[in-house]
T-cell receptor
């Protein structure tokens, strides 16, 4: 099956710094999604990308759908303490007849005030 | 954004008990999913449904079962809980027409089997 490699596995940064994380795949996807999960809660959808090369922003978050359709990036600018959590990428390939997502293993973000 | 609810949020039970984890959504989404997640780890799809009376097993084998008798309700049942079932269980839903791939998650049920 399809697999996603998400990196880095964890990040420790100072408040105010910018953050970058990415996901790569050996096969193409038609949709990339980025989620954030707070401790003890379910993942919350941050950004959805539907087109190769697409760059989408949501406040301080910016995500890009790689031109090869095999990768995606998430950037967080001017981090704040509430950005702490686990960030998951997820991809979907529409060639099949299902709507299942393939999830990355997550990036744990810690922000030091 | 979907409103999706899970109960209970936390459950501690003894080995051998039968349990049902409830999941309901109020957005009329036709697709619903169950994931299993160990703390801080990746999500594993264990069941999904594309509509009433439709259920399928996911990518991770699970001893649990599901049913979909009503659009809004997708309960998960364990007939005889074991310590190996200790995990977080997340329910999600997505709609068919506009954004069928975007899944919206409930808050999860953290299950501990003693």
């Amino acid at each position: 099956g399809q697999q996603l490699n998400q990196s880095p596995q964890s990040m420790f940064i100072q408040e105010g710094e910018d953050v970058s994380m990415n996901c790569t795949s050996s096969s193409i996807f038609n949709t990339w999604l980025w989620y954030k999960q707070d401790p003890g809660e379910g993942p919350v959808l941050l950004i959805a990308l539907y087109k190769a090369g697409e760059l989408t922003s949501n406040g301080r978050l910016t995500a890009q759908f790689g031109i090869t359709r095999k990768d995606s990036f998430l950037n967080i600018s001017a981090s704040i303490p509430s950005d702490v959590g686990i960030y998951f990428c997820a991809g979907h390939y529409s060639g099949g007849s299902n709507y299942k997502l393939t999830f990355g293993k997550g990036t744990l973000l810690t922000v030091n005030p | 954004e979907a409103d999706i609810y899970q109960t209970p949020r936390y459950l501690v039970i003894g080995t051998g008990k039968k349990i049902t984890l409830e999941c309901s959504q109020t957005m009329g989404h036709d697709k619903m999913y169950w994931y299993q997640q160990d703390p801080g780890m990746e999500l594993h799809l264990i069941h999904y449904s594309y509509g009433v009376n439709s259920t399928e097993k996911g990518d991770l084998s699970s001893e649990s079962t599901v049913s979909r008798i009503r659009t809004e309700h997708f309960p998960l049942t364990l007939e005889s809980a074991r310590p190996s079932h200790t995990s977080q269980y997340l329910c999600a839903s997505s709609e068919f027409k506009r954004f069928p791939v975007e899944q919206f998650f409930g808050p999860g049920t953290r299950l501990t089997v003693l």
